[in-house]
């Protein structure tokens, strides 16, 4: 695991990396962090507008359902962003790693800690807004921070997979750009898991979505403690904690194993 | 191990080319079995050990491997077969301002990439004024690197290596810094860090840069050790190589050297103020030329002729000196002679030594060297232009306060 501890040892080179990254990011933008807001806002607008308003197929009992929205996006835009941009991280350093001793995934690893930066704001908005709207939720809204930290262990551990995997394998890119788009629909965002008109007659299909699409649990149990009030789900915290694990330790194995060839290949 | 300490023991170093440019999933996947792949190996059971202190320059043809094993010591690559040990920090500086971005300005980079060298912030604070004065950038420090001209990215990206206090420094042919002017002064900060105990590995296809630089040199061949030893050989054999490929006409046609060859210089080295030899001084320290001159039985003891070039070829000082004339009856084959100068009175540049022996009357030549040796003065202080001026400053009375 010296894949994560070299974050430790090496802080200061990460909190440089951190910074440029930031700045780069945000860099001469009027708004600044406030980009991060932006985005999942006006992509909640637009569904709002399309699925609530035009639609009207998703109400969740509720006309709240601009509030459960936005307890999944933040989550979606984070895993999305990061992994993206981390993809392409190594080639766009490729400058520095072939000529430079440093830990290499320092790199990606920085890309997640801006896009991290984003997801807390956006949370911390979500929760207040909770706080506000929904009464009953008061109690639980704490756990969306340790539950949120544990999906930034999954993202993180994705990105570094990929990002290693697109310093091999060109495409990959790609590839994770044209998945993310039906995964996003994949994901119980837009709707909630237990009011598909369909999943009664296939089972199988919501099974899929719940279990296998790794971010289902994640997002299921922030919005059970921000949107509903209730504790999370037993079977989505279990889910959760070792989705997490097992993200660092799949993107800490693909990693080292790959570091030699990222060096000569990027 | 000690720090400063280069171990490198039996490394050899596989790279796989794949045919394409970049590997795809789409190739690993549709054309399975069909990608080609091939080994190139481009070390091969390299063993290389270096002291404390030790410049050792790396010379050998494109394609030779110095780029490679310079990556291995470094750490950005692991060897396939062997093992690669250092003790200490290591600076490299295999190119000059690798990962700086251009959006930032000068000091924002300073930091970036100090800290990706593996400096501290509070170090590089410390640092900071020492390293922009050395770059020149002090009316631009605060100006994005995009609107730098390339000097003086290079400029600034050689300071924050060389003022990065590492135990090991790796160059790789980065004496493209600037004017001459400029060069001469990172010869100089690099000179200094050797002369302060740090080790040097050096990559470059330019020779003569090696041997300003460095005792020691390892020429490689194809990814092995043709030879490890003396710089002076090593760029001997070097040179020979490249004259092999080229056109084996043209070998040896670098060497000036004429005479009848009755007495002949049998070798010619400058020495250092501690003993050694070298090629490489600081204004105004002590210098010393040791001459070896073989005559054989029945050629009377000859005539020294000695004369200082500049790299222009023009004569700066000549000099000659009777062989007789030190005591030398001559007849018993060989001897040498010490030339001594206390206080190198030259300043800054690159120097040429021609030597010849003639008879007494210096009309018949015995053996002339057109470049016997080069050797490059660093300015020690302030000084500037060739010469070294030697005097004293006083106040002398003064009468308008009276």
């Known amino acids: 695991m010296s894949v994560y501890v070299d974050v430790i040892r090496y802080r200061e080179l990460f909190g440089s990396l951190f910074r440029r990254d930031i700045r780069a990011k945000y860099r001469g933008s009027f708004l600044g962090l406030g980009w991060s807001l932006l985005h999942p806002l006006v992509l909640m607008l637009v569904y709002l507008f399309v699925f609530s308003v035009l639609w009207r197929v998703a109400e969740v009992g509720s006309d709240d359902y601009w509030l459960f929205l936005l307890c999944g996006l933040p989550a979606w835009v984070f895993f999305a962003t990061a992994s993206q941009a981390s993809s392409r991280s190594l080639l766009e350093n490729a400058n520095l790693i072939r000529k430079v001793r440093f830990p290499r995934q320092l790199v990606p690893l920085s890309i997640v800690g801006t896009n991290l930066v984003s997801f807390a704001v956006m949370l911390g908005v979500v929760v207040v807004l909770s706080l506000w709207q929904v009464p009953e939720a008061r109690s639980t809204v704490w756990l969306a921070f340790p539950l949120g930290a544990l999906f930034a262990c999954i993202v993180a551990g994705f990105a570094l997979m990929v990002a290693a995997l697109n310093a091999l394998y060109r495409d990959v890119e790609h590839l994770l750009q044209a998945l993310l788009l039906p995964w996003f629909f994949l994901t119980p965002i837009l709707y909630s898991l237990e009011q598909l008109p369909g999943v009664d007659d296939y089972p199988a299909a919501e099974f899929a979505l719940h279990w296998v699409n790794f971010l289902t649990p994640p997002i299921e149990a922030m919005r059970a403690v921000l949107f509903y009030g209730d504790a999370p789900g037993a079977a989505d915290t279990l889910y959760t904690v070792v989705a997490a694990v097992i993200a660092l330790a799949v993107g800490a194995i693909v990693f080292s194993r790959s570091d030699d060839r990222i060096a000569t290949e990027v | 191990m000690n720090a400063g300490e280069i171990s490198v023991e039996g490394v050899s170093r596989r790279f796989r080319i794949h045919a394409r440019e970049a590997r795809t999933l789409k190739d690993l996947f549709v054309q399975r079995g069909q990608t080609q792949a091939t080994d190139v190996w481009a070390l091969h059971d390299v063993s290389l050990g270096v002291e404390r202190g030790q410049a050792v320059g790396l010379i050998g043809r494109n394609g030779s491997g110095k780029t490679t094993l310079l990556r291995l010591i470094a750490g950005i690559i692991k060897p396939t077969a062997g093992q690669v040990r250092t003790e200490g920090r290591i600076g490299s500086l295999l190119e000059l301002g690798a990962g700086f971005h251009l959006d930032f300005t000068g000091r924002e980079n300073v930091f970036l990439n100090g800290a990706i060298q593996g400096l501290r912030r509070a170090d590089i604070k410390e640092r900071f004024d020492e390293i922009v004065a050395f770059a020149e950038l002090e009316h631009a420090i605060d100006r994005p690197v995009r609107t730098y001209s390339s000097g003086m990215t290079m400029r600034l990206g050689f300071a924050i290596a060389a003022?990065?206090?590492?135990?090991?420094?790796?160059?790789?042919?980065?004496?493209?810094?600037?004017?001459?002017?400029?060069?001469?002064?990172?010869?100089?900060?690099?000179?200094?860090?050797?002369?302060?105990?740090?080790?040097?590995?050096?990559?470059?296809?330019?020779?003569?840069?090696?041997?300003?630089?460095?005792?020691?040199?390892?020429?490689?061949?194809?990814?092995?050790?043709?030879?490890?030893?003396?710089?002076?050989?090593?760029?001997?054999?070097?040179?020979?190589?490249?004259?092999?490929?080229?056109?084996?006409?043209?070998?040896?046609?670098?060497?000036?050297?004429?005479?009848?060859?009755?007495?002949?210089?049998?070798?010619?080295?400058?020495?250092?103020?501690?003993?050694?030899?070298?090629?490489?001084?600081?204004?105004?320290?002590?210098?010393?030329?040791?001459?070896?001159?073989?005559?054989?039985?029945?050629?009377?003891?000859?005539?020294?002729?000695?004369?200082?070039?500049?790299?222009?070829?023009?004569?700066?000082?000549?000099?000659?000196?009777?062989?007789?004339?030190?005591?030398?009856?001559?007849?018993?084959?060989?001897?040498?002679?010490?030339?001594?100068?206390?206080?190198?009175?030259?300043?800054?540049?690159?120097?040429?030594?021609?030597?010849?022996?003639?008879?007494?009357?210096?009309?018949?030549?015995?053996?002339?060297?057109?470049?016997?040796?080069?050797?490059?003065?660093?300015?020690?202080?302030?000084?500037?232009?060739?010469?070294?001026?030697?005097?004293?400053?006083?106040?002398?009375?003064?009468?308008?306060?009276?």
């Open chain 2, 163 to 402: 003022f990065l206090e590492a135990d090991i420094l790796l160059l790789d042919e980065v004496f493209a810094v600037g004017d001459e002017a400029f060069q001469r002064k990172c010869f100089g900060r690099i000179f200094a860090f050797k002369q302060n105990g740090g080790t040097i590995v050096f990559v470059s296809h330019d020779a003569s840069a090696v041997e300003r630089l460095c005792e020691r040199s390892v020429f490689l061949d194809v990814g092995r050790v043709a030879f490890d030893g003396p710089t002076r050989e090593a760029v001997t054999r070097y040179r020979r190589a490249l004259a092999d490929d080229a056109n084996p006409a043209e070998r040896g046609a670098g060497l000036r050297e004429w005479g009848s060859g009755e007495a002949t210089i049998a070798s010619a080295e400058l020495i250092g103020k501690e003993g050694s030899d070298r090629l490489q001084f600081l204004s105004g320290e002590p210098f010393a030329l040791r001459v070896s001159v073989a005559a054989p039985d029945g050629v009377p003891p000859p005539r020294l002729q000695l004369e200082l070039r500049d790299d222009a070829g023009s004569l700066l000082a000549g000099h000659a000196v009777d062989l007789r004339g030190l005591g030398w009856a001559g007849g018993n084959g060989q001897t040498s002679v010490r030339f001594e100068i206390g206080e190198l009175p030259l300043a800054d540049g690159r120097f040429h030594l021609r030597l010849g022996l003639t008879d007494e009357s210096g009309e018949h030549v015995y053996h002339w060297l057109d470049d016997a040796l080069q050797f490059v003065v660093y300015p020690g202080g302030d000084e500037r232009g060739v010469v070294r001026f030697e005097g004293r400053w006083m106040l002398e009375e003064n009468s308008a306060t009276r």
